[in-house]
């Protein structure tokens, strides 16, 4: 069974960082791999996709990649803000589900 | 959201009462998702739908029900045989296939008081 893995739960830097979240996966055999954010008590937006045939994709100041073979994904952020405060989820689909991590909650300090 | 709706956004339930959670979308998509969060947790799918009149349980059924007689809607029942049914409920769509990518309605919070 899939299991995916966010590391850190939980991120605190200050603003103009760039940062890195991290995404990992169990099972290789993937069709795509999202990223969303998440504000307190909202629901999901879709930050980027990537399919499983894709290396990276990019996004304004948000680059995110996939290295199906080792089961990984980056969210990488360039020079945070303190707008970028919210929880970021990753979610895999193995085919028509899509399964989640368990989310980083990143705070961006002014 | 933008084209995906949620209602109510809080609703609160006694025990022993079924309550029916409402996700409509206008954006014509075959495919609707209901998953459950916890606090501090990701998402688990409770049911799918990649078409009208059919649909199939996801991870965490057990307690709830749908229904798919609309391509617009895909209303969820949490039953009283849910035991632990307090929960942020999130409602998605998404292309059918194998590739698709989901999008996110704003969410309902069921409290049990």
């Known amino acids: 069974k899939q299991e995916v893995t966010q590391i850190p739960a939980a991120l605190s830097v200050p603003e103009g960082e760039n940062l890195v979240l991290n995404c990992s996966f169990t099972d290789s055999a993937i069709y795509n791999l999202q990223w969303f954010r998440q504000d307190p008590g909202k629901g999901l937006t879709s930050l980027l996709l990537?399919?499983?045939?894709?290396r990276e994709q990019t996004s304004g100041r948000l680059n995110a990649s996939l290295d199906k073979s080792s089961g990984r994904s980056t969210l990488y952020i360039a020079a945070s803000q303190p707008g970028d405060s919210a929880t970021y989820l990753c979610a895999v689909n193995a085919g028509n589900m899509l399964t989640f991590g368990g989310g980083t909650r990143l705070m961006v300090k002014p | 959201d933008g084209g995906i709706t949620q209602s109510p956004k809080y609703l609160f339930r006694k025990e022993g009462q079924n309550v029916t959670l409402s996700c409509e979308q206008n954006l014509n998509h075959d495919a609707m998702y209901w998953y459950r969060q916890d606090p501090g947790q990701g998402l688990r799918l409770i049911y799918y739908s990649q078409i009208v009149n059919d649909f199939q349980k996801g991870d965490i059924a057990e307690g709830y029900s749908v229904s798919r007689e609309k391509k617009e809607s895909f209303p969820l029942t949490v039953t009283s045989a849910q035991k632990n049914p307090t929960a942020f409920y999130l409602c998605?769509?998404?292309?059918?296939?194998?590739?698709?990518?989901?999008?996110f309605g704003p969410g309902t919070r069921l409290t049990v008081l």
């Open positions: 998605a769509i998404g292309t059918s296939g194998a590739f698709n990518e989901q999008f």
């Open positions: 990537i399919q499983s045939s894709q």
